[in-house]
């Protein structure tokens, strides 16, 4: 729409657009007005500075004063300029944005579950410890895996775990090596991680058809080769169908083969990386588990790993004790030590193992077949309006080009951006790095076919003004609060709480404040 609320273009869908008063709360705030009204002082009042001393404030500053529905509208206003899962396709390459089961949040909010606290002792915690153990056990047959930690909080955190496990094991041989090998369709977690752990990271090409390259690895592989960090399906949805060979040519050379994990999705319930070569990898249940992910919430990034590995996770373990409950093993000589307080996110591996035993292994594995069918169902539909760089089999991913639009001005960030006039969240935008305008789709096995068409009509809808009338194009998003953003400042000086403006006056203390 644009500001008269008229439709430009032919959006399929409405958009999440609130065309209605835009007054900010602090401009709706006057003196005395309140949101909240207290029962009558039942005992002796008690002056703050008594209770409080120093800490005690003489004045509530420039908070707003507004009624209970003034502050209602504020946040549900607020809540509708946003985008999310429950609103709409979250089409988002590489992030697996699927719908999070409701079943989940029940099972997480039950009252033994929400309301567990990590000091508590262990003889009171069997329960969450064998949620913990249940869902272990259910990874790691995934995963094809001998052992698990569920600490990492995300799947960066888990990259790290897992490097860390790979120096220890050359350590404990006597050589902590130097360099990780990493594909050049590497997330840019890979190398940083790499970094992070002390590694020169060594850059390795993909041959034509986004895959690694064996002659390539084989002349870079040697004794000082910690670990190839490789992301399987890779970040063009691409299988590496020689993944054996990879792990054989690592193994030769006394290297690890570290797994990316967060493309599961494609795999679970169809492969094992335990069972084609891989020796440490992480998870991200906030991705392929359907626990709640974007906005910096909570992730759960568990790591899984052979034998050979298992002495150095991180403590404490869990473990079975002698009377047969469950507990935490603290003293592993050779441990990297703990990397999270206590003992990860557990609210996500609740909703993980909830999600894992309510689709069943029959369940999990229709799911991983719905993902690659969605994104070959768009593949199909979408090749030839837009290129396609890699012709190999689709995965869970598909990855074009914006190489047709770019000539007439249009790139990939600007089709992203109409997208949200369409109401949908845009795409991946120039990701993965060897392609170049890279447009990547990721539907997720939570859409429909009709879903799928209303984003295949967009796309192609976005294609035609490319060509018809491309400053439509180049000027959305249309039916935002703000449409184009200074995207460097707004990484760089990020305006992220609201400041009180200096007061020419000194505060008196408002009606609050005395009341109070
Ligand atoms: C999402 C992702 C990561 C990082 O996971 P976070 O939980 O965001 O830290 C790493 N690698 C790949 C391929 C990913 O898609």
Redesign the pocket.
């Known amino acids: 729409m644009d500001n008269d609320g008229k439709f430009i273009g032919t959006p399929q869908k409405a958009s999440t657009h609130v065309s209605q008063d835009e007054r900010l709360i602090f401009e709706q705030s006057s003196p005395g007005k309140k949101a909240y009204k207290l029962p009558a002082l039942d005992v002796p009042a008690v002056d703050a500075k008594v209770l409080l001393g120093e800490a005690a404030r003489e004045d509530l500053g420039l908070m707003p004063e507004v009624s209970e529905i003034e502050i209602i509208r504020h946040y549900t206003r607020l809540s509708t300029w946003n985008y999310a899962i429950d609103l709409g396709m979250y089409p988002l390459g590489?992030?697996?944005m699927k719908y999070n089961p409701r079943v989940n949040e029940v099972v997480s909010r039950l009252e033994g579950i929400a309301d567990a606290h990590p000091y508590q002792p262990v003889e009171l915690s069997q329960g969450s410890l064998n949620i913990m153990q249940l869902l272990s056990e259910c990874l790691m047959e995934i995963t094809g895996m001998d052992a698990i930690t569920l600490q990492p909080a995300?799947?960066?955190?888990?990259?790290f775990t897992g490097i860390l496990l790979v120096r220890a094991y050359h350590e404990s041989l006597g050589n902590p090596r130097r360099k990780i090998l990493i594909p050049d369709s590497?997330?840019g977690?890979?190398p940083a991680t790499a970094a992070v752990c002390g590694y020169q990271v060594q850059n390795l090409k993909s041959n034509p058809q986004g895959m690694v390259d064996l002659e390539e690895l084989e002349k870079l592989v040697d004794d000082d080769t910690a670990a190839l960090m490789l992301?399987n399906p890779s970040?063009i949805g691409v299988f590496e169908s020689e993944i054996h060979k990879i792990a054989d040519i690592l193994h030769a050379k006394g290297a690890l083969l570290y797994m990316?994990g967060?493309?599961m999705n494609a795999l679970v319930g169809k492969t094992r990386p335990g069972d084609f070569g891989v020796d440490v990898m992480h998870l991200?249940l906030?991705?392929t588990f359907s626990t709640p992910?974007g906005g910096g919430g909570p992730?759960s990034?568990p790591v899984a790993c052979k034998k050979i590995l298992e002495p150095f996770l991180p403590t404490p373990v869990l473990c079975t004790r002698e009377d047969g409950t469950l507990g935490f093993e603290f003293n592993r000589p050779q441990t990297v030590g703990r990397v999270r307080a206590f003992y990860g996110n557990f609210g996500m591996f609740v909703r993980a193992l909830a999600y894992i035993l309510a689709n069943g292994p029959d369940g999990l594995r229709q799911t991983t077949e719905d993902a690659v069918l969605n994104a070959n169902y768009l593949r199909a539909k979408l090749e030839g309006i837009f290129e396609l760089p890699y012709k190999t089999a689709t995965l869970h991913e598909v990855v074009f080009s914006d190489r047709a639009q770019a000539r007439n001005g249009i790139k990939t960030g600007d089709m992203a951006k109409r997208m949200i006039d369409y109401g949908f969240h845009p795409y991946t935008v120039s990701f993965p790095m060897i392609v170049a305008g890279a447009m990547m789709i990721e539907p997720t096995e939570s859409e429909s076919r009709q879903e799928l068409d209303l984003l295949v009509d967009a796309l192609k809808q976005i294609a035609r003004e490319a060509e018809e009338n491309p400053q439509l194009v180049l000027d959305a998003p249309h039916t935002t609060r703000v449409s184009r953003m200074d995207e460097t400042a707004a990484a760089r000086k990020p305006v992220l709480r609201w400041k009180a403006p200096a007061l020419a006056t000194p505060l008196q203390p408002d009606t609050a404040a005395k009341e109070w």
């Open positions: 590489s992030c697996t995300a799947g960066a955190h888990g990259e590497a997330h977690t890979n992301t970040t990316d967060a493309n991200n906030h991705k992910h992730g990034g």
